[in-house]
């Protein structure tokens, strides 16, 4: 049996881009310039993971490019569709269609099942969610024997599961993933990111990962490295050798700084 490749429509196509973005919490003295000036562009079809030190703006400027923060300045492209452009009940629709989350924390309705839980971006889309695809979700992320199980009959790794199908069920254009495996032991985080990088090879999706862990970078086809709110390089085909002398580089280059 072949193992299932993303559309090759999708090389070379940036899923999400950002260009002169700029972020500023506060004003005058105490102003704090989280983004300063961002280009950067992630290819649809692949796995990025944002990496920076504390500080660096590496969740900023996810949340920018998810819609979920207002910028001070620049432009966010979810494909072709300027996000910075929209008005917030747009903005609204197009993060319930085109765009999946991944949280630390799981956000998972206690009350609601698995399944439930899956079909939720479904449910209030006002849309019947696609037996097929969840069915090839359940399947790929193992959850075929814990679909009528809630969240407090599950394990972390399990819970994260229902998680990334629920971010999938919808098929959105980008996956972010924040911190997806900080609530999780070693073993259950190595399932996780197994699982992400399933849903790319296997899936065609595309998914941005902030995370500060070099190994769970290193399931990732590329790292952008963030610093003072700036892009500060990339690791393609990235090593956790290669992440952490990437990170070790840019301590550096801030304690020269």
Not at 194 to 217: F, N
Request: with cysteine.
């Amino acid at each position: 049996m072949t193992t299932p490749t993303p559309p090759a429509s999708t090389e070379g196509r940036a899923a999400v881009r950002a260009v002169g973005l700029r972020k500023t919490y506060g004003t005058g003295d105490v102003a704090v310039h989280a983004l300063d000036g961002v280009d950067v562009a992630f290819e649809a079809g692949r796995f990025t993971a944002i990496m920076g030190p504390s500080g660096s703006g590496k969740s900023t400027l996810m949340h920018l490019l998810a819609g979920l923060d207002e910028a001070s300045a620049g432009r966010v492209f979810l494909g072709e569709t300027e996000l910075t452009a929209l008005d917030d009940r747009a903005l609204t629709l197009l993060r319930r269609e085109r765009v999946g989350f991944v949280f630390q924390s799981f956000n998972l309705l206690p009350m609601y099942t698995a399944e439930q839980n899956i079909t939720l971006p479904c449910e209030l889309a006002g849309t019947e969610p696609d037996r097929a695809w969840l069915q090839q979700l359940v399947a790929t992320l193992g959850l075929g024997e814990r679909l009528g199980h809630r969240p407090a009959e599950l394990s972390g790794g399990q819970q994260q599961r229902v998680a990334i199908a629920r971010a999938l069920i919808t098929r959105p254009d980008v996956v972010f993933a924040d911190e997806p495996t900080g609530n999780l032991d070693s073993r259950a985080g190595t399932e996780v990111l197994a699982l992400l990088r399933t849903s790319v090879r296997e899936l065609g999706q595309t998914v941005v990962m902030v995370t500060h862990d070099a190994g769970a970078a290193a399931y990732a086809d590329r790292v952008v490295l963030i610093a003072d709110g700036r892009i500060a390089g990339e690791i393609s085909d990235p090593t956790p050798e290669a992440v952490l002398t990437g990170l070790d580089a840019l301590r550096t280059l801030d304690g020269v700084a």
